[in-house]
């Protein structure tokens, strides 16, 4: 015959078992949406130069200078679309390799991301996409600018993930 205390805490354990699972659950969403978030926040940006990139690649200048930002009758001010075809047509002294051309990496920085984009064997360019006008340019800075310790170590190993998604 049970006795009278034989189901003591029972429904405590219970209980127990509930709200830990519940807390791991919501740890592990906040853990994989962040990292979600921090693999795929520069995704647009991203699919802009990878267009500039195919425009090129395909020989199509007219589309990558557009790519540009250089959109008007008269194009961009300072930097012509013959200067634009020395510096990324075939012909132009760093010409990109098919082989090799490609997004290397990409890290956000302010209002804009800093992409490193591999030209050929002895020629890397930083990008600079405006997230207001995603509009390419050469990056004004090699790096960014007051980034914090965190940031950096965050880009320098969780931002390994993010190579796959480059390619």
């Known amino acids: 015959m049970p006795g009278y205390l034989d189901q003591?805490?029972?429904?405590?354990?219970r209980r127990n078992r509930i709200?830990?699972?519940s807390v791991l659950t919501v740890l592990a969403i906040a853990f994989f949406g962040s990292l979600g978030?921090?693999?795929f926040k520069n995704h647009h940006q991203e699919s802009v130069v990878?267009?500039?990139i195919d425009?090129?690649?395909?020989?199509?200048?007219q589309s990558a200078y557009r790519e540009w930002g250089c959109t008007?009758?008269?194009g961009c001010t300072g930097y012509s679309f013959d200067k634009f075809s020395t510096d990324w047509g075939p012909k132009g002294?760093?010409?990109p390799d098919p082989g090799l051309f490609g997004l290397s990496d990409s890290e956000s920085c302010n209002n804009g991301v800093l992409l490193t984009v591999s030209v050929n064997a002895q020629r890397t360019e930083k990008l600079w996409v405006d997230k207001s006008r995603d509009a390419i340019s050469y990056a004004p800075y090699p790096i960014c600018p007051h980034k914090n310790p965190f940031a950096i170590m965050m880009h320098?190993?969780?931002?390994?993930?993010r190579k796959p998604l480059l390619k």
């Open 156 to 161: 320098r190993t969780v931002g390994r993930l």
């Open 19 to 21: 709200i830990l699972r």
């Open 93 to 95: 002294e760093g010409a």
């Open 55 to 61: 425009h090129i690649k395909h020989g199509d200048l």
């Open 37 to 39: 978030w921090y693999l």
């Open 50 to 52: 990878k267009s500039f």
């Open 8 to 13: 003591y805490g029972a429904g405590e354990e």
């Open 72 to 74: 008007g009758p008269n």
